[in-house]
């Protein structure tokens, strides 16, 4: 059986690069958004699902909050209050649009045992982010998975739309080097793809002759068949 060809899209916050034509082409079978992450931002028009962490969910679908808790919760953890508003009113009007909505667990110990499977020595201490998680649970299904918009060089700050103040690289419940040191293990081992993740924040879709050797054969030929 041919395995699902599925991009999670993750929320790494660009200022000049558009992927729509990457995200809307026919050759993804499956789309993946994550938490905050609407189609918006030059991340196509296609919705796909959205896989929410636990507070995400219940605040805005299993038990929606009014807007001014909201902006009281999430300011508080450095996301901009017109951000906010912003995804309150677009995700109303447009949550009916994507194919599901769900909650994505995330166990420090299944995504281990995933991991031990692969013969992995990176290990994750603390709890995985919601993508993080998704990409476990998405190898568990068996699909051919490919990455954008996470971080994956250590060096890098991790910024995500709607976030003026970033406190994630010291967050007690998630490590950013764990992350990244999982992501780059599985992308080395051709066990996920995280190509586009490589893609330099340009007008113009292309990577950088720095980054050749991390490239898939595979990202080099979509981009190739996208920018004729």
Request: aromatic share 14%; hydrophobic share 30%.
């Amino acid at each position: 059986m041919t395995k699902k060809r599925t991009l999670i899209i993750g929320n790494k916050k660009y200022s000049n690069l558009d992927i729509s034509q990457l995200v809307d082409s026919d050759y993804f079978d499956e789309i993946y958004r994550c938490n905050f992450g609407l189609p918006k931002f030059n991340t196509g028009s296609r919705f796909g699902t959205l896989a929410m962490c636990s507070h995400i969910y219940e605040f805005f679908v299993q038990k929606p909050r009014p807007l001014s808790e909201i902006i009281t919760l999430y300011t508080k953890d450095g996301f901009d209050k017109k951000f906010l508003k912003e995804f309150d009113h677009n995700f109303k009007e447009q949550k009916s649009q994507f194919d599901r909505i769900y909650y994505q667990k995330s166990s420090i110990n299944y995504c281990n045992r995933v991991l031990s499977k692969y013969k992995s020595s990176p290990r994750f201490l603390k709890q995985p982010r919601t993508g993080h998680a998704l990409i476990f649970e998405l190898l568990q299904q068996n699909k051919d998975i490919f990455v954008f918009g996470f971080t994956i060089n250590q060096g890098e700050n991790r910024e995500s739309y709607g976030v003026f103040t970033n406190h994630s690289d010291k967050s007690p419940y998630h490590s950013k080097k764990e992350e990244i040191e999982v992501l780059n293990w599985l992308h080395k081992s051709g066990i996920i793809d995280t190509s586009f993740c490589y893609l330099k924040d340009k007008k113009s879709i292309h990577f950088n002759k720095e980054d050749e050797s991390l490239i898939s054969p595979r990202a080099k030929d979509i981009l190739r068949s996208l920018i004729k």
